[in-house]
């Protein structure tokens, strides 16, 4: 049956999943703009629930309790409730689609291929991956003759692109519905186009603001010149303050613990960037003493994002009356995050700048699944009989997902393969999925999903034994 399903691996990708994927790609689901329910529900009602319910799901929608229009989805499919249950995910809504920028002879809302690439919002972010791993699904539940050979919930929203509102609510609510073993999903980007990429978690976020009003109004640069403060320059100085001019932190609480020589081996063969379409990374910024992988998935960055005072557009010869800055910092596992306010106050506070004013604007925890559970060598092992190349283990994302649901509401071990690259033009414009990738992700989550039918009792109770025995938990 597994050669059985190959061969039809090979004529879907084929003959069907180019059709599947524009047929997602033509929904105008951006979740930020309004007047996008209709579009949303439809495609939770038109495209989503119809390949579900072919493979025996069955479906609830649910209202969002937090945003309107922004329904989420729970499948599920129980086939005996002895076998292992795994938890999927996908989002279905995408970023502005901003048609007016594509390049000529490109539209956000049709896939249009050219050579490797299949361009369309959502190609890679997340409409192309998920239905990735839904034809997965599908392809091995009709090789199994009707059957998965495990459980299998999926939980959809439509909502992640405006920090997926409602979705710890829907978590928390039907948690005992939620309820799995194992937490398997597909977003964000491969280290590389060639290298298949399994990530445990991702960095934390929180961005935050640094404003200075210093009067009501700007006064003559000539009349009150060295007699009144600037607020542009303070601020500038008070965020040099912060990160050095190379762009290492400077604030000891908005720092990580030390690397663990886990994580440093892991990231050991791991080289970011230095692919067609990457820039140029700069060696010399960021922490010093660390190589590019530890600096981009093991330790913390502090950014500028924007910066304003006076009037930009029609500079004045006047002193500006306020500045403000809008600043992110990424985190991973260990840092103080809970108490990045109190850092910044008293950082300030103590290098003269109590003129500044902070406010913290929403906040990701940062998560990391334990990287020697036996789960993730067993996953790394599949992907590389799929694909015949070795994979890159991350240990997690550079980036941020809500997988602190996945992980510490829901208590679940989180494996996460990526079906994008870095240059795929994500929440850009021309964003794409290339061939290649569809194809070797389509292989590798039906092998995966196989062996859970063939193998999921035996490797959920070696997860188990080795949570017992180490006492770490699930996430």
């Not at 879907?12 to 999943?17: A, L, P, V």
């Not at 945003?67 to 076998?83: F, H, S, T």
């Not at 795994?86 to 539209?107: F, I, M, T």
């Amino acid at each position: 049956m597994f050669q059985v399903l190959l061969n039809n691996i090979d004529d879907f990708f084929k003959n069907e999943f180019k059709d599947r994927l524009a047929q997602k790609i033509a929904y105008q689901t951006e979740s930020q703009k309004i007047g996008s329910n209709s579009a949303i529900d439809s495609y939770l009602d038109e495209v989503i629930a119809p390949e579900l319910t072919s493979m025996g799901f069955t479906l609830q929608k649910v209202d969002n309790p937090i945003v309107e229009g922004r329904p989420l989805l729970i499948a599920e499919r129980i086939e005996d409730a002895a076998l292992p249950t795994v938890l999927c995910y996908g989002h279905g809504d995408v970023v502005w689609g901003d048609a007016e920028n594509w390049r000529a002879g490109l539209s956000p809302w049709q896939l249009v291929e050219e050579e490797e690439r299949w361009y369309g919002r959502g190609s890679a972010d997340n409409k192309g991956q998920h239905a990735i791993n839904l034809s997965a699904l599908q392809q091995v539940y009709h090789a199994r003759q009707q059957r998965l050979g495990f459980n299998c919930k999926i939980l959809f929203e439509m909502g992640e692109e405006i920090s997926s509102p409602g979705l710890a609510e829907i978590a928390q609510r039907y948690k005992e519905q939620l309820k799995a073993d194992v937490f398997i999903a597909s977003d964000g980007p491969r280290l590389n186009k060639q290298r298949p990429t399994l990530f445990l978690g991702s960095r934390g976020c929180v961005n935050f603001s640094l404003s200075i009003h210093a009067r009501q109004q700007a006064y003559h640069s000539g009349n009150w010149g060295g007699l009144l403060t600037n607020p542009g320059t303070q601020l500038a100085n008070a965020i040099a303050s912060l990160v050095s001019a190379s762009g290492a932190i400077l604030v000891e609480g908005l720092k990580p613990p030390a690397i663990s020589q886990t994580v440093r081996q892991i990231l050991s063969d791991i080289e970011p960037a230095g692919q067609e379409g990457d820039p140029e990374v700069n060696h010399d910024w960021g922490e010093a003493g660390l190589t590019a992988a530890e600096k981009l998935f093991a330790w913390n960055s502090l950014e500028v994002l924007a910066y304003t005072t006076g009037n930009p557009q029609a500079p004045m010869n006047a002193i500006p009356a306020r500045a403000q800055a809008t600043c992110q910092l990424r985190f991973v596992v260990g840092t103080d995050y809970k108490n990045i306010a109190q850092y910044l106050r008293q950082h300030l506070d103590q290098h003269g700048f109590t003129m500044v004013d902070v406010e913290i604007g929403g906040m990701t925890p940062a998560t990391r699944f334990d990287p020697a559970d036996p789960l993730v060598n067993w996953t790394l092992d599949i992907m590389q009989q799929a694909t015949n190349k070795v994979p890159a283990l991350l240990p997690n994302l550079g980036g941020s997902l809500p997988n602190d649901i996945f992980s510490d509401i829901l208590g679940l071990p989180t494996l996460w393969i990526p079906h994008s690259y870095p240059a795929c033009g994500q929440h850009a414009v021309n964003e794409h999925m290339l061939k290649s990738i569809a194809y070797e992700g389509l292989h590798i989550m039906a092998r995966l999903f196989w062996q859970l039918g063939e193998q999921g009792e035996q490797i959920i109770n070696q997860h188990k034994q080795y949570q017992a025995t180490t006492g770490k938990p699930k996430g």
